[in-house]
């Protein structure tokens, strides 16, 4: 079974930084995708990062330019470096796993909040 382990949320004033950790407990090549997600109470899971096996980044609008996904094939985690955060970025962060056709695998979650 894969786990995932997300580290690094908190507390974080606006306009400050944090930076997230997921630990996989496979390695991060064996999977085609990894990714963060966010959950804020009364709305889905949406996509915030995610980073192919090949480099491949993709961004929702909203963090462009403010957040950064990356990977470390050789510790087999994944980060995500957030900078100039909103209050909206308030949310639980979720780290994920992809495996072709469609299989995804979920950390616990790690809570996130921006505010003064």
């Known amino acids: 079974q894969v786990q995932l382990v997300e580290s690094g949320g908190g507390l974080v004033q606006p306009g400050g930084s944090l930076r997230l950790s997921c630990a996989a407990s496979e390695r991060l090549l064996s999977f085609y995708s990894m990714g963060w997600y966010r959950r804020t109470p009364g709305k889905q899971r949406e996509l915030v990062a995610t980073?192919?096996?090949?480099?491949?980044?993709n961004y929702t609008d909203s963090v462009k330019g403010r957040f950064t996904v990356s990977r470390s094939n050789a510790k087999n985690t994944v980060y995500l470096q957030m900078n100039t955060m909103r209050p909206e970025d308030t949310a639980i962060y979720y780290c994920?796993?992809?495996?072709?056709?469609?299989?995804?695998?979920w950390g616990q979650g790690t809570q996130v909040t921006v505010s003064s």
């Open positions: 994920n796993a992809r495996r072709l056709p469609a299989t995804d695998y």
């Open positions: 980073i192919t096996w090949n480099g491949n980044t």
